[in-house]
């Protein structure tokens, strides 16, 4: 049996290609549909930098997209709530932005 099993040893070549990853990212059950196009791939995983020599992301390199892009997802919707609570123009408005400028 599988189960229980840890991922990297049920897919031991895990890699991931721009066109695996948008192909997914098509078939979720969301609204809307996601389009992955191949300027955001390069986006997201920094041009070649986090690409193995076949062009695609491997397990570690995924997980750190993946984290990456939540922190900016995390950092976008709070800097929209502050914004819209008037916050942005206090002292903790303050601190979050040069937090949110010391990350990027």
Partial sequence: STEGAEPSSAQPNFF????????????????PVIHLSQEDFDDITCGTDM??????????SFILVIRKQLR?????????????????????GTVIYNLKVLNN
């Fill in 16 to 31: 991931l290609s721009y066109e695996r990853l948008a192909e997914g990212l098509r078939k979720l059950d969301l609204e």
């Fill in 72 to 92: 900016l997802f995390v950092q976008r919707k709070l800097s929209n709530e502050l914004r819209d609570e008037g916050f942005v123009e206090s002292p903790l």
């Fill in 51 to 60: 690409l193995d020599l076949n062009g695609g992301l491997n397990r570690q």
